[in-house]
C-alpha cells in the first residue's frame, strides 16, 4: 500500500472532526520526527502521533490498552494515551492522542558514563520483565532465530565497514546461547526512546514493539547508550547471565545492521548512531 500523505491540514481536519474538543488548539510539527510516525503537539498538553506506514498501525490500540496497566509498575514516566482516532478524510490508519511528554532525546554525550543512569534503567528493566498481565496472542514476539537469514545477508552487505568474521562469529553465538523464558518486554529499548530533563532520566516512549518474548531484546540500550564502565553497572543490577548477554549482543548486531543498511547512506547521524552500536555488541 502506498504510503499516505500526512501534513497539518489532514492533522487539523482529523482532530475537528473526531475530537471537537481540541479543534482549537493550536498544532505545531514535531522535529524531529520518527520513522514510524508524524508527530504534532497539539495545545500544550497533547500529541497527535500519525502512523506513516503500515508496520506502525497497530501502535495506537496497543498502547492505549496497555500503557495504563503498564504504568503503575514503572519506575519511570511513559506515554498516557488519551484516544484512538478513526481512519479517515483518505487517511487510512487508527492514530492517537496521547499526553504531551517535556523532554529532550537521551545521548550518548549527555548519559554513556552515567552510572545512576545505567542503574536507572536497570530498575526500568527489571519492572518491566516482571509485569505478569495476560498477554493477547498477537503480543508474542519473534524469538531472535527469525533475523537469522536477515542478519546474515547484512553481514554480506555491509562489506569492509565491519569485522566480518566477528560479526559472523558472534551471530552464531547469540543464535546457540539457550534462551530465557519469555518476559514482557520493550521490544525497541535503545537511545532514541528515552527522553531526559535536566540531563537526567525522565521517560521511556515508543512502546509499539511491546510484546511478550526474549528479554534479551531490551538489552540493545546497553550498546546504544553505555560505556563499558556504566554497561558493567547495568548488567550486574540486571542480574543478566552469559547466554542471555550474548543473545543482547545479537540483538544490537542484528537491529543495528538492519537499521545501518537502510538508513546510513541517506542519514549520516543514524551512520553514526548504528557504527556505534555495533561496534560496541562486537565489543560486547
Not at 19 to 46: C, K, M, T
Request: glycine content about 8%.
Amino acid at each position: 500500500m502506498t504510503e499516505p500523505t500526512i501534513d497539518a491540514a489532514l492533522a487539523r481536519r482529523l482532530v475537528e472532526a473526531q475530537f471537537p474538543q481540541w479543534a482549537e488548539l493550536p498544532l505545531l510539527l514535531h522535529s524531529p520526527a520518527g520513522s514510524d510516525h508524524v508527530i504534532y503537539r497539539l495545545g500544550e498538553e497533547l500529541s497527535v502521533r500519525l502512523p506513516r506506514h503500515a508496520g506502525a498501525i497497530t501502535q495506537a490500540r496497543k498502547e492505549a490498552q496497555w500503557l495504563p496497566e503498564l504504568a503503575p509498575h514503572l519506575p519511570l514516566t511513559i506515554p498516557v494515551p488519551v484516544e484512538v482516532g478513526e481512519p479517515d478524510f483518505g487517511y487510512p490508519w487508527p492514530w492517537a492522542v496521547s499526553r504531551w511528554l517535556d523532554g529532550e532525546v537521551a545521548t550518548v554525550d549527555a548519559l554513556s558514563g552515567s552510572h545512576e543512569a545505567a542503574l536507572e534503567l536497570a530498575e526500568f528493566l527489571t519492572a518491566l520483565h516482571r509485569f505478569d498481565g495476560a498477554p493477547t496472542e498477537d503480543l508474542k514476539s519473534l524469538p531472535l532465530a527469525a533475523r537469522d537469514a536477515a542478519t546474515r545477508s547484512a553481514i554480506a552487505k555491509v562489506g569492509d565497514a565491519f569485522d566480518t568474521a566477528a560479526m559472523t562469529e558472534l551471530w552464531d553465538a547469540a543464535l546457540a546461547a539457550p534462551e530465557q523464558a519469555p518476559v514482557w518486554r520493550h521490544g525497541d529499548f535503545h537511545t532514541g526512546n528515552l527522553l531526559t530533563t535536566g540531563g537526567r532520566l525522565s521517560a521511556v516512549i515508543d512502546f509499539g514493539e511491546l510484546g511478550v518474548g526474549d528479554p534479551a531484546c531490551d538489552l540493545i540500550i546497553a550498546f546504544t547508550l553505555m560505556s563499558a564502565e556504566t554497561r558493567a553497572t547495568f548488567r550486574a543490577v540486571l542480574e543478566v547471565d552469559d547466554p542471555t548477554w550474548t543473545r543482547g549482543r545479537g540483538w544490537a548486531l542484528a537491529t543495528g545492521l538492519n537499521a545501518y543498511l537502510a538508513y546510513a547512506a541517506v542519514n549520516p547521524r543514524v551512520a553514526a548512531q548504528t557504527t556505534r552500536q555495533i561496534n560496541h555488541a562486537l565489543t560486547g
